[in-house]
């Protein structure tokens, strides 16, 4: 099992597009905090890419797939970070369904030359099915997995804005964090287009 832990290659690592996307829910549009204190702005700060928040309070898998086109597809991936299942779980849609939903759109994102990435909102033992669930989806396609955004703001109260959202402090942690996993692709990607022929 050892060769599991190794990095595997992401697809599209060399991906011509000009934005990094942040497609998700009410955690991605910034649900709690003011404009500005959301993740992806936080996230634009620490790279040199165009960062687009495509949150929408309250989003479910099937809605984003049917938004997938319009809000993602069309707007130039270079990295596109999905991130649902909260409100997929709350609804009791069932785990099968929303994995199946994000592998689609892992899909269809690289299929248009994007890379991509999964966030995982699980922390411990909240939602741990979840998190082997995406995970797996990651490691068959070829995306990114970013592991459990939320450990340690959902368990404290100082870092949430309610019961699950973060506040500002929470979601800036919430955007090194996915800097930290996306960072490593997105210079892989940079070297790629030096090498590339005028």
């Given at each position: 099992m050892a060769a599991g832990c190794a990095k595997r290659e992401v697809k599209n690592i060399d991906s011509k597009g000009k934005n990094i996307i942040c497609f998700?829910?009410?955690?991605?549009?910034?649900?709690?905090?003011?404009?500005?204190?959301?993740?992806?702005?936080?996230?634009?700060?620490?790279v040199s890419y165009p960062v687009i928040n495509a949150g929408i309070d309250g989003d479910s898998s099937p809605e984003a797939l049917q938004r997938l086109e319009a809000d993602i597809l069309q707007r130039h991936p270079?990295?596109?970070?999905?991130?649902?299942?909260?409100?997929?779980?709350?609804?009791?849609?069932?785990?099968?369904?929303?994995?199946?939903?994000?592998?689609?759109?892992?899909?269809?994102?690289?299929?248009?030359?994007?890379?991509?990435?999964?966030?995982?909102i699980s922390a411990g033992l909240f939602m741990r099915e979840y998190r082997q669930a995406l995970h797996k989806v990651a490691r068959e396609e070829g995306a990114i997995f970013i592991p459990s955004i939320l450990s340690g703001i959902v368990t404290n109260p100082s870092m949430k804005s309610d019961f699950l959202h973060p506040n500002a402090q929470g979601y800036t942690i919430v955007a090194r964090r996915i800097w930290r996993f996306i960072d490593p692709y997105l210079k892989k990607n940079a070297r790629s287009r030096e090498n590339q022929p005028i």
């Open positions: 998700g829910d009410s955690i991605t549009f910034g649900y709690g905090v003011k404009p500005g204190e959301d993740y992806p702005t936080n996230l634009a700060e620490l270079l990295l596109v970070i999905i991130e649902f299942g909260g409100n997929d779980f709350l609804r009791k849609i069932p785990l099968d369904v929303t994995a199946g939903n994000i592998r689609k759109m892992v899909r269809r994102i690289q299929e248009r030359g994007g890379m991509a990435a999964i966030a995982d």
